[in-house]
């Protein structure tokens, strides 16, 4: 490369470091963006009844959180996110990283759609790892709307929630919404981890920054626009599936992901599949800015190349 950056040397790096500086940056990124993720869960299962059929936006949802259960209930599902984020991100990070090196060899460099398929691949094994803690949080945070109907929440924290749903479902009962899981986990990994890293490589490339703050925010921002517009779809549809339960006749709403999909766009239409687009987009740009800012911070600390 003409300008002398490269990626990061993937596997030259010392491994355990790498997972320790992933997993604080996104706990971090996590933590300050959570109520936005909690706004677009509740937005995404609004319609799926009857009784939820009045017209809402992210503002009216923040404030009834509030009113409902204080400032705390916007943090529903923290911990349970918070250690899936501990699993999945490191994996697909470092996953993504040692693909990236093993294919393009000394060059460390690959073309656009050779990175889309690496971050998707990548984004799958993460999220098959993480499945279980991304179904707890789904049903934690949807537990809210339980509260806000004057019912009692089904789960009083992250190992109740765990515990009760391999009692009443099964211990692969952990990984229902998996296919809409990995389904999305390919698109948003394939957008967000591609577009960062050739949007990051061609801003240094072509000297609109050093491997700074501002190429890291730059390459951020397209990331997560990318990122967002791919994934809403596959978004809603896992979101439903996970926090769908049995009926009083042991039925469930959506027998797939498929089905989800039909019913979906069929009942509210095909802008359904992109609600809680802008809450996500909201989301995704800060918890993107401050990962990255602050993983690329941390590297350079441990010692470790740039990503």
Known sequence: MKSGYRPGGGGRDNASIKILVTS?????????????????TRLQLHG???SSSQPTNAFRVALGIVREQGPLGLYKGLSPAI???????PARIVGYENLRSLISGDSGSLSLPSKAVVGGVSGIMA???ASPADLVKVRMQSDGRLVSQGLQPRYSGPFDALNKIIQSEGFLGLWKGVLPNIQRAFLVNMGELAC????KQFVIRNKIADDNVYAHTLASI??????TTLSCPADVVKTRMMNQAANMEGKFLYSSSYDCL????????????????FPTWARLGPWQFVFWVSHEKLRKIAGLSSF
Do not use: N
């Open 24 to 40: 604080l940056s996104a706990v971090v990124a996590e933590t300050t963006t959570f109520p936005v993720d909690l706004i677009k």
């Open 48 to 50: 799926e009844s009857r």
């Open 83 to 89: 250690i899936r984020h501990m699993f999945y991100t």
């Open 127 to 129: 999220q098959v790892i």
């Open 196 to 199: 960062y890293d050739h949007a």
């Open 222 to 227: 397209m990331s997560g626009l990318c990122a």
């Open 262 to 277: 039909v019913k979906t766009v069929k009942i509210e239409g095909i802008r359904a599949l992109w609600k809680g687009f």
